[in-house]
């Protein structure tokens, strides 16, 4: 597999498909991949394309203070490679200069993965959906 900086004006169809793939799998808060794509041009975040024979993706990630955040690994197949992109991730947080890696997980499968890579659990993030909690168009007239 290989993991290229990339600018976000350099994504394409495929990589941009990804992104809002990503987003729309991620049910504990709403991502937009416009936002993320914004983010990426004002170098808040670093964008990467990650490809080989049987997989590709995008993978968004922002150096914050003492820590490498993972905001988003998104695509196909990339699951088959997990060991392979955790080496990256912790080879790229070296070379940062920064002392942790950080993401937040949905997925149990992901979850016992990184335990095994030896990531270890230092909070959890909790959502209580609020009915009505925010005003539309048709509630404001």
């Keep these: 597999m290989k993991i290229e900086l990339v600018h976000p004006t350099q ?7 990804h992104l809002a793939r990503g987003c729309l799998r991620i049910k504990f808060q709403k991502v937009d991949p416009q936002q993320l794509v914004r983010m990426a041009l004002t170098k808040e975040l670093n964008c990467y394309k990650m490809w080989g024979a049987d997989c590709s993706g995008i993978a968004l990630v922002a150096p914050r203070g003492d820590t490498l ?6 695509g196909k197949g990339l699951l088959k490679h997990f060991d392979e992109v955790g080496t990256w991730l912790e080879s790229l947080a070296r070379s940062h200069g920064v002392h942790s890696l950080s993401f937040m997980l949905a997925s149990p499968a992901l979850y016992k993965l990184w335990q095994r890579r030896g990531a270890k659990a230092v909070a959890q993030y909790f959502v209580k959906e609020i009915e009505n909690g925010r005003l539309t168009e048709s509630s404001e007239n």
């Design 69 to 74: 955040w993972v905001e988003m690994i998104t």
């Design 11 to 17: 994504l394409s169809v495929q990589d941009i498909t």
